[in-house]
């Protein structure tokens, strides 16, 4: 089936870095999500991509759907403490009844 | 400020008991679906419903899971017996269409069977 890589696992930075986080996938996908989890809640929809090459910002977030459709950018730009938590990419493809999640990028930051 | 709601948060129960947990979707939305989370296998979606009637229920143990929606503002998920590998964190999601593609999430029902 249809898996996704994100990478890296976990980031461990400081505040007021950078940071850049990415999903690859085997198979083309139609429309790239990223979510943020943070502890005891359910994953939050940050962005949704749903054409290649789409740059979409929110906030001091952007996430941008890769031309080949088989991968996906999230950056953070001057990252603050409320930006910990674990970050998910997942992919859907045209026909597919569900959504295909990545493993998950555990950010923390050190203040 | 709509939001798919679930309940419980948290849930200790014995082995051999049973589980039912309640999501609520967001008003409108007619996708519903019931994933678990655990740190080894990370999300892992159960099953999903779309105008109520299930789609796929093919990533549930069928000998004690069972996911039904009685109506468009309900969902249960219910395990029967529990078993201690059934301790996770259980999330509802909902979705305003069919294509799948946007989802939000519920907080989540802890369940920890013992």
């Known amino acids: 089936g249809q898996q996704l890589n994100q990478s890296p696992q976990s980031m461990f930075i400081q505040e007021g870095e950078d940071v850049s986080m990415n999903c690859t996938s085997s198979s083309i996908f139609n429309t790239w999500l990223w979510y943020k989890q943070e502890p005891g809640e359910g994953p939050v929809l940050l962005i949704a991509l749903y054409k290649a090459g789409e740059l979409t910002s929110n906030g001091r977030l952007t996430a941008q759907f890769g031309i080949t459709r088989k991968d996906s950018f999230l950056n953070i730009s001057a990252s603050i403490p409320s930006d910990v938590g674990i970050y998910f990419c997942?992919?859907?493809?045209?026909?597919?009844?569900?959504?295909?999640f990545g493993q998950g990028t555990r950010l923390t930051i050190n203040p | 400020d709509a939001r798919v709601t679930q309940t419980p948060r948290h849930k200790v129960t014995e082995m051999g008991q049973e589980v039912t947990m309640r999501c609520q979707p967001i008003?409108?939305?007619?996708?519903v679906f019931w994933y678990r989370q655990t740190m080894m296998q990370g999300l892992e979606l159960l099953a999903y419903?779309?105008?109520?009637?299930?789609?796929?229920d093919s990533g549930m143990p069928k000998d004690r899971f069972s996911a039904e929606m009685p109506d468009a503002t309900l969902a249960t998920l219910k395990i029967q017996p529990s078993e201690p590998r059934d301790s996770a964190v259980y999330f509802c999601a909902s979705g305003p269409n069919s294509n799948y593609n946007e989802q939000f999430f519920g907080p989540g029902t802890r369940l920890t069977v013992l």
């Open positions: 419903f779309r105008n109520r009637a299930p789609l796929d």
């Open positions: 008003l409108g939305h007619n996708t």
């Open positions: 997942a992919g859907h493809s045209w026909g597919a009844q569900k959504l295909v």
